[in-house]
């Protein structure tokens, strides 16, 4: 009876531990992920270089029309073909960040935005988006953008405003 007692004990003390570890686990990816969504939008380079791993890979969902659209594979990539296709492309007038969580090393955050095609002047008007963004020992793995690819295509493709 002794032997179970201090085995169920042994058993609970390492689930607590287990549980304890992941929460840790769990604050630094929620933690990171918000680090590099707050580089991302101020376009702090230096940041987002040290968050990022080295096969990190910036995921634009959407119309493959539009040039800052698709997988970007690797740092050097991202600094150099999608960085400058997005800055240059876009110009975001409205943001917020609505929700957030975390569930092991993935975190997500979803919020509202409005923008102008650069090339048109078009407004893409209000809209909603996610990112998806993995974890792993405290630096950016993936970013999975989501966003309604239809009205950023949609002000891409228009006629230039007048």
């Known amino acids: 009876m ?4 201090i085995l169920t004990l042994v058993v609970i003390g390492s689930l607590i531990v287990s549980v304890a570890q992941a929460k840790d686990i769990e604050k630094g990816t929620l933690a990171t992920a918000q680090a590099f969504l707050e580089a991302a939008g101020s376009g702090n380079g230096e940041v ?3 968050l ?3 096969d990190f890979v910036w995921h634009n969902e959407g119309d493959k029309s539009v040039p800052w659209i698709g997988p970007w594979k690797g740092k ?5 073909t999608f960085m400058p296709a997005f800055g240059a492309g876009l110009k975001v007038t409205s943001w917020t960040t609505d929700y957030s969580f975390e569930n092991g090393e993935q975190a ?3 919020g509202t ?3 102008i095609a650069t090339n048109t002047g078009v407004d893409t008007g209000k ?7 993995h974890v792993v ?3 950016v793995k993936s970013w999975n953008w989501m966003e309604d690819s239809y009205a950023i295509s949609q002000a891409y493709h228009a006629p230039q405003a007048k």
Do not use: E, I
């Not at 809209?127 to 963004?133: D, G, I, P, S």
């Open 2 to 5: 002794k032997n179970k007692l």
């Open 48 to 50: 987002l270089n040290n």
């Open 52 to 54: 990022m791993t080295d």
């Open 76 to 80: 050097d990539v991202v600094f150099k």
């Open 108 to 110: 997500v955050f979803m």
């Open 113 to 115: 935005m409005s923008a």
């Open 127 to 133: 809209f909603t988006w996610a990112v998806r963004v």
């Open 137 to 139: 020992d405290g630096k």
